[in-house]
């Protein structure tokens, strides 16, 4: 069975650092992009960004690019993404999903607050 | 970058209506179109794969078509259970694209 499960929702200052994860099984984690989906209040799906576990490939979309670093670790099957500094407009849920089955399967998605 | 225009924003219809929902990408994709049900609280869904393929488990009321930079969703008769946000999705291209989604409701 595919799985992708999330890290917990996070609470977080402005200009802190954070890091997100998602956990695949189920499928050959090293032969499918994972990406990263971002959802605002009330708003629509965007998507931020996709990493190739199998050689750390990296493709951003650019209104992301300067924002958040995604990365993946193919030991412990898991995507991670990052940003440095945290502001209030990074309040939102954030998805991960997988390429594995043309982006059938997503995670259950990570709350992040970002308040002072 | 691919822009996928997604219209009408939202929509309210009689339950046994027939809905129809439409993307149109600013470049060819050939198939490469998914459709995304999402209800308020729940991870989006896939309902229809490259264009016009149903998921398995997904009622046969929904249906997909289009090809290249035309596509439509349709309900073929609109059930209470179907209110939810629709989305698109180019997966053809880095970056992908999902259209700006219809919110569909019952009259």
């Known amino acids: 069975e595919v799985q992708l499960v999330q890290s917990g929702a996070e609470v977080k200052e402005p200009g802190e650092s954070l890091k997100i994860s998602c956990k695949a099984s189920?499928?050959?984690?090293?032969?499918?992009?994972i990406g990263w989906v971002r959802q605002m209040p009330g708003k629509g799906l965007e998507w931020m960004g996709i990493?190739?576990?199998?050689?750390?490939?990296?493709r951003y979309n650019p209104s992301f690019q300067r924002q958040v670093t995604i990365s993946a670790d193919k030991s412990i099957t898991t995507a991670y993404l990052q940003w440095n500094s945290l502001g209030a407009s990074d309040t939102a849920m954030y998805y991960c999903?997988?390429?594995?089955?043309?982006?059938?399967?997503w995670g259950q998605g990570t709350l992040v607050t970002v308040s002072s | 970058d691919i822009q996928m225009t997604q219209s009408p924003s939202a929509m309210s219809a009689s339950v046994g209506d027939r809905v129809t929902i439409t993307c149109r990408a600013s470049?060819?994709?050939?198939?490469?179109l998914a459709w995304f049900q999402q209800k308020p609280g729940k991870v989006p869904k896939r309902l229809i794969y490259?264009?016009?393929s149903l998921q398995s488990g997904v009622p046969s009321r929904f249906s997909g078509s289009g090809s290249g930079t035309e596509f439509h969703l349709t309900i073929s008769s609109l059930q209470p259970e179907d209110v939810a946000t629709y989305y698109c999705?180019?997966?053809?291209?880095?970056?992908?694209?999902f259209g700006g989604g219809t919110k569909v409701e019952i009259k």
């Open positions: 999903v997988s390429a594995y089955d043309d982006y059938a399967y």
């Open positions: 189920g499928y050959r984690f090293t032969s499918y992009w």
């Open positions: 490259a264009s016009s």
């Open positions: 999705l180019q997966h053809k291209t880095y970056p992908l694209t």
């Open positions: 990493v190739y576990p199998g050689d750390s490939d990296t």
């Open positions: 470049q060819g994709i050939n198939n490469y």
